[in-house]
């Protein structure tokens, strides 16, 4: 099974400033990435996909870039509506598609 | 509307069954693969299950085999996940999502861009 990692696991960022985030698969795959943001009690909400194409209606503020193992879903620009929960997946090696465990962003 | 939308799940006892039901509407339901993804509380997404567009191929993951079927029907737009022997960890909520695409002949990997609103299950006695 391909593992993967996200990092940091809680990130706090100030209003109008750059979120990094990464993930890191235990073996390359391909780019077939994915990003979901999931705000609480809500289903997940697909970002990025192809590891760098934005979603339908994604704000041009989200990016993804990385190819092999390392992966990296930037969001400049922070606004508050951002505060959520943010999982990669890799879609391409399955069974099993796995979900990285997610990356907590909060204001500052 | 483009929507998948999710019935079943509630309370159970440990040992215990359940089947959770997934509506789709708004395109063509039998060009799809469709999946099962679950999430402990306050914990990530885990996935469960798929089946092929055709019900012909079905997928689990490891832990789950022989617990949990997935199946479909394609005149009724809807996917299932049968539950059974279940146990306290698998308390969670479960999202159904679109997946691969065959729209075209060929089957095109896909992320999951479109979801069920998503079902609590507990497992509890």
């Known amino acids: 099974d391909i593992v993967m990692t996200q990092s940091p696991d809680t990130l706090a960022v100030s209003p109008g400033e750059r979120a990094t985030l990464s993930c890191r698969a235990s073996?390359?795959?391909?780019?077939?990435l994915a990003w979901y943001q999931q705000k609480p009690g809500q289903a997940p909400r697909l970002l990025i996909y192809?590891?760098?194409t934005r979603a339908t209606g994604i704000p041009a503020r989200f990016s993804g870039s990385g190819s092999g193992t390392e992966f990296t879903l930037t969001i400049t620009s922070l606004e508050s509506e951002d505060v959520a929960t943010y999982y990669c997946?890799?879609?391409?090696?399955?069974?099993?598609?796995?979900f990285g465990q997610g990356t907590r962003l909060e204001i500052k | 509307d483009v929507q998948l939308v999710q019935s079943g799940g509630g309370l159970v006892q440990p040992g215990g069954s359940l089947r959770l039901s997934c509506a789709a509407s708004?395109?063509?339901?039998?060009?799809?693969?469709m999946t099962w993804v679950r999430q402990a509380p306050g914990k990530g997404l885990e996935w469960v299950a798929n089946?092929?567009?055709?019900?012909?191929?079905?997928y689990y993951v490891d832990s789950q085999t022989g617990r949990f079927t997935i199946s479909r029907d394609n005149a009724k737009n809807s996917v299932y996940l049968q539950m059974n022997s279940l146990r306290s960890e698998d308390t969670g909520v479960y999202f159904c999502?679109?997946?691969?695409?065959?729209?075209?002949?060929?089957?095109?990997?896909?992320?999951?861009?479109?979801w069920g609103q998503g079902t609590m299950v507990i497992v509890s006695s």
């Open positions: 999502a679109r997946d691969i695409d065959c729209s075209s002949g060929t089957c095109y990997r896909r992320p999951y861009d479109l």
């Open positions: 708004g395109f063509t339901f039998s060009n799809f693969w």
């Open positions: 089946i092929k567009e055709d019900g012909s191929e079905t």
């Open positions: 073996q390359s795959f391909g780019n077939n």
């Open positions: 192809g590891a760098s």
């Open positions: 997946q890799q879609y391409n090696m399955w069974p099993p598609i796995t």
